[in-house]
C-alpha cells in the first residue's frame, strides 16, 4: 500500500486500492501516474490489462470538480472498452463522488443526453462523442484533461479523423495523455501535432514468454471444428477466449459448440450493445466458460483468468496473432495459445511466422471425433441461423468438404489423405 501512496495518489483513491486488494503497483503505474499527477503530456506504451486506467484515473479523479462542466474527456475505440473504462473510474471514485457518463452508440441517445447535463467526467467512442458535439449537447471547452487510449486500435479502425475533430473542440491549454500498445508512425505524427513536450513511457511486457506455450495443429478442413471441440472438451482450462475473423464463423463455431455441450457465446459488432454487455457480465463472472469473438469485439477488454486462446481462424498478421495471445499468460500464470491451420490458413499463418519472437511448436493431432453440427447456416437470402443436425463443415461455407461418412474420426496415420507433402508448408523449429 504505501507503493501507491509515494506515487503521489490521493487518500480516497487509496482507500479503493486497499479494499480492492492491490498488492504493488505495475511498471506503467509506477513510471506513469507521477508524470500525469504532475500534469505532463505523456504517451504511455502500454498493453490491455497492465493498469493504464488507474494510471490517468489517478490524475483525472484528483483534478476533477463536482459540478464544474465537463472537466476530463477518455476517447476509445469499442463500446465494451468504453463501459469497462467508465466503470474502474466510477470504483476508483467511490470515495470522491463525482458524475461519470458513458457515451457509445447502439444504444438509445436521450438517456446520454440527459446525463451529460451533469457530467463531470465523459467516457466514450468517436463516433458518439461526436454526434453530441454536433446536437450541442456535450461542450468540451472545459476539458483540462484529454485522454486517448488504445490509440494504435483507433488507428486500425479507421478513427483518426474523428478523433483529430474531437481533440480541435478541446481547449488548447489542457493535458493530453496517450495510450496504446504499440506506437506506429501515424500515432507518433498524432502525438507530435497536438501533444505538448510529451514523455515517453513504456511499461514491461504483461505476459511472461516463458509461461506461455503456443502450438499449431495442422488439419483437414472438414476436421477443423471437431478439433477445436475435442481440445475444449479435453484440455483442463479456466476461461477460454476462440478467435474467428469474421461474424459468421464466430456465430457458427459458438452455437455449435453450446449443441456439443460446451457452455459457450459469440461477441460480434452485429450483436446489440445490451446483448453486449450481458454477455461480458457473464464472462467476467465466469458464468460461462468459452468465448468465441472477432478481434473487433475484443479490442481493449481485460479479461482476467484466460488460461487458452485458440484462434479457430488464423489472423492476417503478426500484430494481431500477438494481441490476441497476449490475453494468457498474465500475472506470472501459465497460458497457452492454440492455432488450428488448415489448407486455407497457410498463407497467413505463414505471415504470422515471419515474425522472429514467434515461437510455435506443431503438435501431433490426436484421433478426434467427428463432430455432429446442430446449427448450420440457412440460404443467403434467409438471415440468422437454424437448429440442422449436420456434420462437421468447421464455418459451413462454400468450397469446404464435409465431414468422412464413417465414424472413425482422424488419427495421425492418415496425414496425406488431405493434402499432399509438397504442399504443406514447414513451420517450427
Same mark, same amino acid.
Given at each position: ?37 504532475? *500534469?505532463? /503530456? ?16 489517478? *490524475? ?45 452508440? +447502439? ?19 468517436? +463516433? ?7 446536437? *450541442? ?43 496504446? &500498445?504499440?506506437?506506429?508512425? /501515424? ?15 513504456? +511499461?514491461? #511486457? ?10 499449431? =495443429? ?16 479435453? @484440455? ?17 463455431? &459458438? ?5 456439443? #455441450? ?33 478481434? !473487433? ?12 486462446? =485458440?484462434?479457430?481462424? %488464423? ?6 496473432? !500477438? ?5 494468457? &499468460?498474465?500475472?506470472?500464470? @501459465?497460458?497457452?495459445? !492454440?492455432? %488450428?491451420?488448415?489448407?486455407?490458413? =497457410? @498463407? ?8 522472429? /519472437? ?12 467427428? &463432430?455432429?453440427? #446442430? ?19 468447421? +464455418? *459451413? ?33
Amino acid at each position: 500500500m504505501e507503493q501507491f501512496r509515494q506515487l503521489g495518489i490521493i487518500e480516497p483513491i487509496l482507500k479503493v486500492i486497499q479494499e480492492e486488494k492491490f498488492e504493488k503497483p505495475t511498471s506503467i503505474q509506477v513510471k506513469g501516474i507521477p508524470l500525469v499527477l504532475s *500534469g505532463q /503530456d505523456v504517451i504511455a506504451e502500454s498493453a490491455t490489462g497492465s493498469g493504464k486506467t488507474l494510471t490517468f484515473g489517478a *490524475g483525472i479523479i484528483q483534478k476533477t470538480n463536482r459540478r464544474e462542466g465537463v472537466q476530463a474527456l477518455v476517447v476509445a475505440p469499442t463500446r465494451e472498452l468504453a463501459e469497462q473504462v467508465g466503470r474502474a473510474l466510477m470504483n476508483f471514485s467511490r470515495y470522491k463522488p463525482l458524475q461519470m457518463t458513458i457515451v457509445y452508440g +447502439g444504444v438509445p441517445i436521450g438517456p446520454q443526453i440527459r446525463n451529460l447535463q451533469s457530467a463531470d467526467i465523459v467516457i466514450g467512442t468517436p +463516433g458518439r462523442i461526436l454526434d453530441h458535439i454536433e446536437r *450541442g449537447t456535450l461542450n468540451l471547452g472545459r476539458v483540462n484533461t484529454l485522454v486517448l487510449d488504445e490509440a494504435d486500435h483507433m488507428l486500425d479502425m479507421g478513427f483518426i479523423d474523428d478523433v483529430e475533430k474531437i481533440i480541435r473542440q478541446c481547449p488548447a491549454k489542457r493535458q493530453t495523455l496517450l495510450f496504446s &500498445a504499440t506506437i506506429p508512425q /501515424d500515432i507518433a505524427q498524432l502525438a507530435r501535432k497536438y501533444m505538448k513536450n510529451p514523455v515517453k513511457v513504456a +511499461g514491461e #511486457g504483461f505476459v511472461d514468454p516463458r509461461k506461455l506455450k503456443q502450438v499449431y =495443429y495442422d488439419v483437414p478442413d472438414n476436421l477443423k471444428f471437431s478439433l477445436l471441440t475435442h481440445l475444449l472438451k479435453n @484440455e483442463k482450462s479456466g476461461l477460454v477466449m476462440v478467435f474467428c475473423n469474421s461474424r459468421r464463423n464466430t456465430d457458427f463455431v &459458438a452455437n455449435n459448440l453450446r449443441f456439443a #455441450g460446451l457452455d459457450s457465446v459469440a461477441i460480434h459488432g452485429g450483436l446489440t450493445q445490451s446483448r453486449r454487455n450481458s454477455i461480458m457480465r457473464k464472462f467476467h463472472a465466469k458464468s460461462t466458460h468459452v468465448l468465441v469473438c472477432t478481434d !473487433v469485439a475484443a479490442r481493449g477488454l481485460d479479461i482476467p483468468g484466460v488460461s487458452h486462446v =485458440y484462434n479457430y481462424d %488464423i489472423p492476417k498478421d503478426t500484430k494481431q496473432y !500477438v494481441h490476441r495471445i497476449g490475453r494468457t &499468460a498474465r500475472a506470472g500464470k @501459465e497460458g497457452k495459445a !492454440v492455432n %488450428i491451420v488448415a489448407s486455407r490458413d =497457410y @498463407e497467413n499463418f505463414t505471415k504470422v511466422l515471419e515474425y522472429h /519472437d514467434i515461437d510455435v511448436e506443431q503438435e501431433e493431432v490426436p484421433y478426434v471425433e467427428k &463432430a455432429k453440427l #446442430g446449427w448450420i447456416e440457412k440460404p443467403r437470402n434467409d438471415r440468422g441461423w437454424h437448429k440442422h443436425q449436420g456434420s462437421d463443415r468447421s +464455418g *459451413g461455407g462454400r468450397g469446404y468438404a464435409q465431414e468422412r461418412r464413417n465414424d472413425r474420426g482422424y488419427g495421425n496415420t492418415s496425414r496425406n489423405d488431405y493434402s499432399p507433402p509438397e504442399r504443406r508448408p514447414k513451420w517450427g523449429k
